[in-house]
Every structure is written in C-alpha cells, then in structure tokens.
C-alpha cells in the first residue's frame, strides 16, 4: 500500500474517527504528508449530522512522545455546526483538530463569520490570532489582537481575548478591551 494512502487512512482512523463515532486506537507507525484532505467528524448527538467539516491544503501526521497522535492541518476552511445546524465558517493558516476533547486550535490569523447572526451590517465576524472552539460548550474563545464585528448594527470590539457562542451571537470580554461605535450608533 502506498505511503499516502497509509496515511489518508490513519488521518481517518486516528483524528477524524470512524462513521461510528467511535474513537479509533491511532496507528503509531505511519507518519508524512497529505495534500488536499478534507474530513468530516460526524456529530454522536445528532445521528447522520456533522461536528465539523474541514477542508486543508495539506496535513502533516505522525507519532508523538505523549498524545500518541498528532494531526496538523494547514490552510484550512472549516464548517463548525451546532445541534446538526452549521453556525460558522472558519478559516485559518494552520489548526489541529481533537477527536476526543470535539476542539478545534486554530492559529497564525484566524477568521470567524456567523452563518446564522446576520444584520443590516452583514454577518457577524470575529478576527484572531488564535482560536479555540469546543463543540461541546458551543464556545469559541478568541485570543490574541481580537477584532469582533457585529452584524446587526456595526458594532466594532477590539481586545485582547474574547469569548462567544458558536454563531458569535453572545461575545464576553476576557480582560480590558475597546469599543469602536458606527457612525449610526455616535
């Protein structure tokens, strides 16, 4: 079997799990380079629905000292759902994905836009340097020069960690932050 489709296949078993939902025991022999994965954690209270969908230019695999099992995904647009329902898009240059814990770390310049909070202003948006989102608290915490835009009336805040539900409809500041109003709002 060939070195790529070796590690399609660990990248299967090992991060993403099994159709069943089940975690799988993750091989420790296999390690290299995937370009263009995409990967689908299915969602175990919503039968037949989707955590998250990922799409990433390239994935680096391969055995670590501690956890077993590493998975790095690189350049990567992801669909994160609620409840069977997709809340957000997110893209990043870089992000691993935790079967086990359901989290998703991105880092290097990472993009939120709701898919369900919309306004006048557009769709609610959040911009960080890194994010981490648990699907099993519907939480999104945003670390790092955090700019949040919302879209029902323009409202602009700036600071250095944030925390929000899923779709960013409810955003709480970690710490001193900024609030920019629209030309509307003044």
Not at 26 to 47: M, N, R, Y
Not at 66 to 77: F, K, N, Q
Not at 106 to 124: E, N, Y
Not at 153 to 179: C, K
């Amino acid at each position: 079997m060939r070195a790529a489709t070796l590690l399609a296949l660990a990248v299967e078993a090992g991060s993403v799990g099994l159709a069943s939902g089940k975690p799988a025991a993750p091989p420790v022999s296999i390690g290299g380079t995937l370009q263009g994965v995409t990967a689908v954690l299915p969602d175990p209270k919503h039968p037949g629905k989707p955590l998250w969908k990922l799409l990433a230019r390239s994935v680096d695999a391969g055995p670590t000292g501690l956890s077993g099992y590493a998975v790095v995904l690189h350049d990567v647009a992801a669909t994160l759902y609620q409840n069977g329902i997709p809340e957000a898009y997110m893209t990043a240059p870089r992000a691993v994905g935790d079967q086990s814990t359901r989290t998703i770390t991105a880092t290097g310049g990472v993009f939120i836009k709701s898919l369900t909070d919309r306004g006048p202003s557009g769709r609610s948006t959040l911009r960080a340097d890194r994010v981490r989102w648990q699907a099993d608290k519907n939480q999104v915490l945003a670390t790092g020069h955090v700019a949040y835009k919302n879209g029902k009336n323009g409202l602009i805040l700036r600071g250095p960690a944030f925390q929000a539900d899923t779709a960013l409809r409810t955003l709480h500041s970690v710490g001193a932050g900024r609030i920019i109003l629209p030309r509307g709002l003044r």
